[in-house]
Each structure stands twice: as structure tokens, then as C-alpha cells.
């Protein structure tokens, strides 16, 4: 039987645009993202639905026939992105390359010419699949026509019959232009009735079937409902009509010009070329077209693009060892599926490792096997490279279960992440989807979510993973690619690879902690609560429950009269800003903030250090995540040892119970000395920044000398520190609001600052600006090691939206570098210990402080070491600085 595909053109490109965030731009400057992520949905639809026919309908232009009935038609639309518009062009070209059909025409929209030829196929007997991005389609629904719906940009496509709307929504597919009647359509500025949304709409519609209907029986309503219908009822009238597909287009090309008859290679290889598409020519297996040079069969990587129940996946079991063992000199990619959020104490559930076209299968019995001493031996092995997913939580989930792991090569997740770290979505199905490549299973309908999660019987697993290792290996040479095409090999190669293995050496090798000393300091903490608690009730006049707080806030504002600064829905703000704000109006305010930092150092870092005390090793065992954070920086948890407030005493005082783990050692830490200010001296070329460095000055005082126009014996303390208040503001993008907050003075005062510091620090000011320009011509920002930040609010017609990018744009390239700089200390570091056969270990990365603990014998060549290493990480046009301490324990190290 003939099948027939209409591909809702303008539809699909406009979310392949959106749902890709990456700016994709060719040699030459031409922008394709849009471009890319239609081609990669249109390969994958014409490998599963094997059509015999394709168009590819667009809107001809902004005026339709629709418009003489509704003038406002579409009228709240944006404008379309002139990087989208210029794509329209470049998407036709490639059509017409590929052999595939695409249609206009002037006064009707692309709904309308497939609503008319998916009707006119139907009645030919064929079988018609269309594929959009708008609801409205699902009204062409029939048995014969399916309506493929994108979901999560263009990767996924939700099929709806007849059945399926009807499931959805209660309704006939013919009724879906009575419900847009009802409830309108804000994007094409469709109006509906005023007040009546999805809910209501379906309510009136299972009632009483149609717009006509519901007009008819407006005497059975009540209340506001009956007013708004029949003050809207024309409304209601017109909105159907205009959400109503017209089938009967003038239409002149014939039944066979839309007959696809496969890719047309030679002409497809040059579009794609002059495109730089060149993941999608490797991906299309161009050498076996037909002697026509028509390329009917599209290998997508033939091992991933196969369903689950085709690829060739053996069960090993310890009879099969001896054949595993034979393939392992093929063998490339390796997935590890565990359970658990904590790597520390997941449980390993199933092993895949693969060569091409071949999967094979391990339960974890099977790989702890005495027969599995070769595979546990091959995955040991640092010189067999091996490619996967989150490599590093599968190192940490198979150390605790005895089994060594090295050789990574290949991380699909940390190149996902440097492709772009704004977006959170590293799944393996996410990664699939956003590539074109065929959709995985969701983990939660193979194994179940929460309590229900199950482990399925081997045969179900087996083909799960084996998908997920097929997707892997199939990622590798595009992410590859793409990593080249945007300069980042380096970084990913020669930083972050390497970087999430010496993560993983140290996470395994944790940090002891004192548990006696760490009780001793929770009843310290327990005694001065107590005593806090009983001086607030006292001052308060009452005793109440300090944790609530709309008990709080009835106390501060209603009993003591304070006054109000912030209300919400549930009663009056107790926030920390708040309680800061009202300090100097009652004693009882800065004991209450005093009892909530002590209240969380006992239950966060008190408490919760000693339930991460793990069981096998008494050291606790922090997980440092690698693909988190925008700006490159680590963060940790299980639990987090950057976040302890160390600016109290108290808080400090917890880093006493982190000691060495071996008799006879020390705690060594070494800090970098205002990093990310020198950064933005190199960065900035500023002639005076630079000069404070090259010449060791204190820069807070250097800079309060510079703009205040005085002496080095005439800044005072209020002078350095409204410096230093503007030098890390200016890192961070400061605004005159934000510097008025810290220093506690006037915006205007604040702004008058701000422009005194720019007038002097000239070059800053001239990377502020160049630095957003740059932003808003590519989209992104870019680190000293060429990570990149993706800004795609920066363009953006919303003031706040496009301000808070462009403070992003000036801060991200220092921290980001910052953060680098770090990050290739710790591989140095790493280098240089293993280099000269040294004892002390690195333990921890917290911001821009790493911590050792180091033997006796080899204290005074670490405190020579650590600093030289960090402060020839990277070269910059001023020195790098790093001090070093050491002592018993992380408190005496600081």
C-alpha cells in the first residue's frame, strides 16, 4: 500500500530552532541549527515510516484568506528571528537535493494544503502520516490518517488516530475545532471565549458536542459561564471557522511529483557539503546508492538505528565467558546501569559492552563471577580505551563493588555538557532524541519509578541497555564532530577527561573524619542553641515555634511592631534578607539569625556528616558533579564540602574534624589569591589592573587609591572596602541596585561609583562592552580554554531577561577561566605526584582551594609543589598566586 507523509514545514523548523540552543553556523557565517535539527527528524521519519510519497507544505506569507474574515489573525505573533528566516531558503534547498517535495501558495496556509492532500490521499485508499508541532492538525485525524505530533522539540513524535484523541481528550476529531472555538488559540491569535480554557471547554463540549450546540443551550447555564458565551457567541462562531482546515486548495502538482524514490546521493552530498553537514554525511551511508545514484535504504548507523528486538544481544553467562573473551579486542563501548543517586552507594544492576553489530550482557553475578576474571581484567586495563555514558559514576558504582575501571576515552555525557552547560538534559534519551537518533524507552516504563522500580528478567534488560549502548556508540562520532567544529577538543581531551578520572580517584579515596571530635562539636552547637532559644523567648515575651515562620512573623510584626518589608501569600516574609534588614531595629532579630545558622550547621553538616560516614571505609566520600554548573566550576554532594559557611566561626570550626587518614600526616591546603580578578586583569588589558598585579599590590587598596584619587596612607577601611565591594561586583556584573545593597547606600551613590571605577579602569570598561556585542552577534561567550556559555536570552525584546544575560556575558568568560584554570591545576597536579612517585594525595577541590594530606617525609616538597603548579596552570599577562598552609587538620590547614 502507498503511504504518504505531509510534513508540516514551517511548523517543524520553527521548533527545530527553538528546541536547539546551540547557534550552528557554516564557515561563511550562515546560521543552520534549525536546518540540522529538521534534516535529522526528516532522515529518522523516512527510516521508520518508509513513505512513498513526501511533501513538505509551508505558508506562503503573512496574508491569508483567513485575514479578510478576522484582521488580527495571527496578530500577536513576533517576528520571526531573522537566524530563522534566513534558514527557509537554505531548508527548501536541501529538499529539492535530497528528491523530496515542498509546496506553497500564496493566501493559504501550510494546515490547509495538508488538510487538502492528506484528504485527497485518503480517498485514494493510501495511508497518510503527518507530521506537526500543532494541535490543530489532530482534526484531519481519520482511520486512514495519523497525526504525528512533536513533542520535546523535534525529537519525539506522539501518533494520534481517531482512538487516540478521543483518549486525549474525549472528543472526535472533528470536534477539535469546537474546542478551539471555545477556548481560542493565543498563538495565531485565535480568540475564543474570554475566560474559558482547556478544562472548561471539554466540560461543555462531552455536555453538549459542538460550538453550535453549546450557543443553543446557553438558557441551561448559569452565573458568569452563560454571561461570557453569549456576550462571546459570535466569537465563539468565528473562532471555529478560523481553526477550521480548509480541504479543498487549488492544487497543481501531480501524484507523482510527490513520489519519493529515495535520496537522490548526488545531489544530496553537495547540499549537505555546502551546509557543513558533515555528521549527517557520515551518518547517510552514501556509497551504497543504487547505480541511478538514488539512495533508497538510509543507514543511520545501522546498530543503533535498529529496534530493540533486532540487535544481536547475547546473555552471557559463565558458559558464554570464553566467547565474550574472544571479542574483547573489538570491544569499544561500555555501558554500566546502577540504581541509586548516591554512586557511593548504588547498586549495579547490568553490564553491556560492545563491538560493532555485537552486545553482550552481564548480570552483576555474572561479572563478579570467578569465570569473569578476564572481563573484570580488560575493564581494569588504563590502556584499552573505552567509550560510555557518565563514566565517572560508573568507576565509583563498580569501585565498591570490588571492580577496578580505567581506559575511558570517550564520555558522551561531558561532551553533551560542554556542548552546551546550560541545559540539563544529559539523559541518554534526551541525547538521542535532541541528535534525530531513534527514541529510547523511558528507564521509569522498563524498570518502574520509586517504589515500584524492579529490576525486569535478563532477556528485558539485555535489549534495554543494549539500546543505550547502540545510542552511545552512535553519539561518539557526532558529538566528536561537533566538538571540533567548536574548537573544543582540547578542552575536552586534554581537561575534562582526564579531569573525571583524578575526580573519581579522589572521591574513592575520601576523607577521614574525626566522628568523636564531630559529636563533641553537635553537643557544642546543641548547648549555644539552647541557650539562643531560651534569650529569644525572652526578648520575644513569649514562646512560640522558631521554625515557623508564620509564627515568627506574627511575633516580629504584629507583637514587637516591626515593620514590614516583604508579604507573601501564606503572611509575612521572615527570609534572611528580611531578618538582615530589620537587625538594627531589635536585638531579638540578630539571635534569630544567629539560631538559624547554628540550626543548620547541626542538622546539615553536624547530623548529615555523620550519616555519610560510609560503613566500608569510616571516610566520608563526597560526589563531585562534573557537567552541573554553566560556568565550568565543580560542584559536590553526598555530601556538598564547598557550602560550608566558613565565614563563621563556628562554621569553620567543622573543618577541624576532617583530619588525615594515615598516622604521622598533615592537611595541606593551598588557595588561589583573587583569581577570577586577575582573569579579568588579563581579559581586560586594563594597564592599572595589571600593574597592581605585577607589582603585588593589594588590589582593594590599589583600586580605592585609583578612584578615590588619594594616597596609599589615605584609604581608610570604609574606602577598601567599598573597593573591594566593586571589584568582585564587577566580576559579577555588578548593577548600581546591587552595589547599592551590599554597601548599604543610595543607587545613586552607587551608580556615581561604578562610573568613577570605569573612568579609571578604562579597559574594563571596553571588555564589558566588547563582551556583550560579541554575545549578541554569536549567542554565546567563551572561556579562555574555549568553553563556551550559550545566551539565547541576550537578543531578547525582555528587559530583565536581556540584562541578566548580559551581566552573564561579562562574568561567565572570568569565572569559566577561573574555573579552568583549577580544574588544569588538578591534572598538573595529578602529573606531578604520580611524575615524582609522591605519597600525598589530593582529596578535595573546593572553589579555588585544593586539599592534600601529606606524609611527614614529604612535607616540604608539597609546600614548594602545590603553589608552582598552580601558578603555572596557565600563562597569564599577570602572575598567578596561591598560598599554602598546613596543620592537623583542614582548620589548622586554613
Known sequence: MEKFMLIDGNSIIYRAFFAMQ????????????????????????????????????????????????????????????????????????????????????????????????????EQKGCEVIVISGDKDMLQLASEHVKIGLTRKGVSDIEAYGPAEVQERYGLTPAQIIDLKGLMGDASDNIPGIPGVGEKTALKLLHQYGTVEEVLEHTSELKGKMKEKIETHADDARMSKELATIFREVPFEATWDSMKYEGIQAATAVSALQKLEFKSILQRLDLSSAAPDGVLDHLDLDEAAGQQAEELAVTVIGEEEIAQLEAALPQIDVVHIESRGDNPHHASLVGIVLSAPDQYFFLTPETLKSEAAAPIRSWLADESIPKDGHDLHRADLVLFWDDIPFAGARFDIQIAAYLLDPTDSGQSLSVLAGRSGLPQLPEDETVFGKGARYKVPEADVLSLHLARKTATIRQLVPLQREQLEQNEMTSLFVDLEMPLSRILADMEKQGVAVNADELRALGKEFEGQINKLVTQIYELAGTAFNLNSPKQLGEILFERLGLPVDKKTKTGYSTSADVLEKLAPYHEVVQLILNYRQLAKLQSTYVEGLLKEIHPKSGKVHTYFRQTI??????????????NIPIRLEEGRKLRKVFVPSEQGWSMLAADYSQIELRVLAHISDDPRLKDAFLHDMDIHTKTAMDVFGVDREQVDSNMRRSAKAVNFGIVYGISDYGLSQNLDITRKEAAEFIAQYFDVFQG????????????????????????????????????????????????????????????????????????????????????????????????????????????????????????????????EAK
Do not use: C
Open 22 to 121: 546551540q547557534p550552528m553556523t557554516t564557515s561563511s557565517g550562515m546560521h543552520t541549527n534549525a536546518v540540522y535539527g529538521f534534516t535529522n527528524m526528516l532522515l529518522r521519519l523516512l527510516e521508520e515510516e518508509k513513505p512513498t510519497h513526501v511533501m513538505v507544505a509551508f505558508d506562503a506569507g503573512k496574508i491569508t484568506f483567513r485575514h479578510s474574515n478576522y484582521q488580527d489573525y495571527k496578530g500577536g505573533r513576533q517576528k520571526t528571528p531573522p537566524e530563522l528566516s534566513e534558514q527557509f531558503p537554505l531548508l527548501k534547498d536541501l529538499l529539492t537535493a535530497f528528491g523530496i517535495s515542498h509546496y506553497q501558495l500564496e493566501g493559504y496556509e501550510a494546515d490547509d494544503i495538508i488538510g487538502t492532500l492528506s484528504l485527497h490521499a
Open 764 to 891: 574594563v570598561r571596553r571588555y564589558m562592552d566588547d563582551i556583550v556585542t560579541e554575545a549578541k552577534k554569536n549567542g554565546y561567550v567563551k572561556t579562555m580554554l574555549e568553553r563556551r556559555r550559550y545566551l539565547p536570552e541576550i537578543r531578547s525584546s525582555n528587559f530583565n531577561l536581556r540584562s541578566f544575560a548580559e551581566r552573564t556575558a561579562m562574568n561567565t568568560p572570568i569565572q569559566g577561566t577561573a574555573a579552568d584554570i583549577i580544574k588544569l591545576a588538578m591534572v598538573h597536579m595529578d602529573k606531578a605526584l604520580k611524575d615524582r612517585k609522591l605519597n600525598s594525595r589530593m582529596l578535595l577541590q573546593v572553589h579555588d582551594e585544593l586539599v592534600f594530606e601529606v606524609p611527614a617525609d614529604e612535607m616540604e616538597e608539597m609546600k614548594t609543589l602545590v603553589p608552582q603548579v598552580m601558578k603555572e596552570a596557565l600563562q597569564l599577562a599577570v602572575p598567578l598566586k596561591a598560598d599554602v598552609s598546613y596543620g592537623s587538620n583542614w582548620y
Open 629 to 642: 554548573t554553566a560556568t565550568g566550576r565543580l560542584s559536590s554532594q553526598f555530601p556538598n564540602l564547598q
